[in-house]
């Protein structure tokens, strides 16, 4: 199956630095990748959707100057967490889909912010 | 009223059984899918479907796209199996729903 490949698996920053993920496709061209953060025994929610060469789409709540999202090509998204801090420890996933076609999932990045 | 319910929330079993955990939904899609979350976090995509039944290895999804509903079976559970299944909606190109998850433990 696709592979979506996401790096780092985990990191620990200090607080007020910025930190940043990647996401890549590394089979197939995903036309939409999406970035999930998850907490605790809690279901993923989603953050924001971005499609290749666009502006990323951020759901209610989601401060985009904190949380940038680059999607320059086909195959690789990053998010930036800008300035974090502690309350911005969680895990963050992406997942990248061609139009019509399952998702699927990165790893995951457990990011804590000290 | 969430959009999509999941059942049960918690499940426990012994190894050996067959396993079903419920997808109930509300809202119009195009397709729905399994996912399965390992302690670790990583994430499978297990199925996608939009009608009828799918089936891989011990493993099977059905859809009922008229009765909103939707079921994933595990066979002969296996201790390896103990994870958090996510059921996933997929309405129009691009948006993603998620049900909050069946914490699955299959004891040996």
């Known amino acids: 199956g696709a592979v979506v490949s996401q790096h780092p698996s985990r990191v620990i920053c200090k607080s007020g630095t910025s930190v940043k993920i990647e996401c890549r496709s590394l089979d197939f061209q995903a036309t939409t990748m999406f970035w999930y953060r998850q907490f605790p025994k809690q279901s993923l929610m989603l953050m924001a959707t971005s499609n290749e060469g666009s502006k990323a789409t951020y759901e209610q709540g989601v401060e985009k100057d904190k949380f940038l999202i680059n999607h320059a090509s086909l195959t690789l998204s990053t998010l930036t967490v800008t300035s974090a801090h502690p309350e911005d420890s969680s895990f963050y996933i992406c997942?990248?889909?061609?139009?019509?076609?399952?998702?699927?999932f990165g790893q995951g990045t457990r990011l804590t912010v000290v | 009223k969430n959009e999509v319910e999941q059942s049960p929330q918690n499940l426990t079993a012994q190894e050996g059984e067959f396993i079903t955990i419920n997808c109930s939904y509300s809202?119009?899609?195009?397709?729905l899918h399994w996912l399965q979350q390992h302690p670790g976090g990583g994430i499978v995509s297990l199925f996608m479907?939009?009608?009828g039944k799918k089936k891989h290895g011990r493993l099977i999804a059905t859809i009922n796209i008229q009765e909103k509903h939707s079921s994933l079976h595990i066979t002969a559970s296996h201790p390896r199996d103990s994870a958090v299944y996510i059921c996933v909606l997929i309405q129009g190109a691009q948006k993603l729903v998620f049900g909050q998850g069946t914490r699955l433990t299959i004891n040996p």
């Open positions: 997942s990248a889909r061609k139009l019509n076609t399952e998702a699927f």
């Open positions: 809202v119009g899609i195009s397709a």
């Open positions: 479907l939009s009608s």
